[in-house]
């Protein structure tokens, strides 16, 4: 990452310790070290979350390919991916609620499979939100 040689780290060290002083240079370097280990744990979640909204990014364009094409006739790599999506629609149908025993029977659910455009739709939103809950 940086060129920095063993005799460039003992110049550092000795000119730290002239202008710091004994006292407060393990201060300074506790400091220092713990602000480049947060930005490291910054750049690396920027990271996964880039990944993740990637892949969200990917999955929704072979949705749109999918519905294009009819659910028919798909490439595996579409099936794959519309497999995934149903599976994560499934799971993202509000697991933070507690089935009411009158609620449940008054929900009507309706197969995946069977849904129309604006409800897969929903679908996608709904995805994105939750994988946006479980990035934070």
Do not use: C
């Not at 310790?17 to 370097?29: D, H, K, M």
């Not at 999955?59 to 790599?77: F, I, V, Y």
């Not at 995805?127 to 990035?135: H, L, N, Q």
């Amino acid at each position: 990452m940086f060129d920095i040689g063993f005799w460039e780290l003992v110049l550092i060290s000795v000119v730290g310790l002239v202008v710091l002083g004994p006292e407060r240079l393990p201060v300074a370097i506790r400091s220092v070290s713990k602000f480049i280990g947060t930005a490291k744990s910054m750049a690396n979640s920027v990271k996964d979350e880039l990944s993740h909204e990637l892949k969200v990014q990917e999955l929704q364009e072979n949705l749109r390919k999918a519905e294009q094409m009819g659910m028919e006739d798909l490439s595996p790599d579409l099936k794959a991916s519309v497999d995934e999506l149903k599976q994560a629609a499934a799971t993202v149908q509000r697991p933070y609620a507690k089935p009411d025993t009158e609620k449940a029977s008054e929900v009507e659910t309706t197969p995946i499979t069977e849904t129309s455009e604006n409800e897969s739709i929903q679908i996608r939103k709904e995805a994105s939100v939750a994988s946006d809950k479980k990035a934070e």
